[in-house]
């Protein structure tokens, strides 16, 4: 039987096991639709602080689970809800000390 590429055998898909199972970080319920990125970073940061399970540094589970995000959402992501995620990866970058990747606007 050939393999449809649309989720496994049982209908569960990876990502859905790696989001169930994964040893990354527990996140708050619903981080990814807050609306402000800097809210959005500090959730992750206090998630990813208090993992006992994560594998590596903080800074790169925190960076990892909004990649994730974004990457699952693919095409699905509204523009706008993309970019405030986008703006959040410069806020969690801040909030570890590593350089931002596009600076913040200043505001007159």
């Known amino acids: 039987m050939a393999a449809?590429?649309?989720g496994s055998v049982g209908g569960r898909r990876w990502s859905q096991r790696v989001t169930e199972t994964s040893d990354a970080l527990d996140l708050e319920a619903g981080v990814f639709t807050?609306?402000?990125p800097r809210a959005i970073?500090?959730?992750l940061k206090r998630s990813a602080d208090a993992s006992a399970r994560r594998k590596t540094t903080p800074f790169r589970?925190?960076?990892s689970m909004l990649n994730f995000y974004i990457n699952?959402?693919?095409r699905q992501l509204p523009a706008v809800q993309r970019?405030?995620?986008e703006q959040a990866k410069d806020e969690v970058r801040?909030?570890?000390g590593r350089p931002r990747k596009h600076p913040?606007?200043?505001r007159s």
Do not use: N
Request: hydrophobic fraction near 35%; avoid cysteine.
């Open 34 to 36: 807050l609306e402000d």
């Open 72 to 74: 699952r959402a693919g």
């Open 4 to 6: 449809s590429g649309k």
């Open 61 to 63: 589970s925190a960076m």
């Open 104 to 106: 913040r606007p200043r």
């Open 94 to 96: 801040a909030l570890y």
């Open 41 to 43: 970073a500090r959730s």
């Open 83 to 85: 970019t405030r995620l």
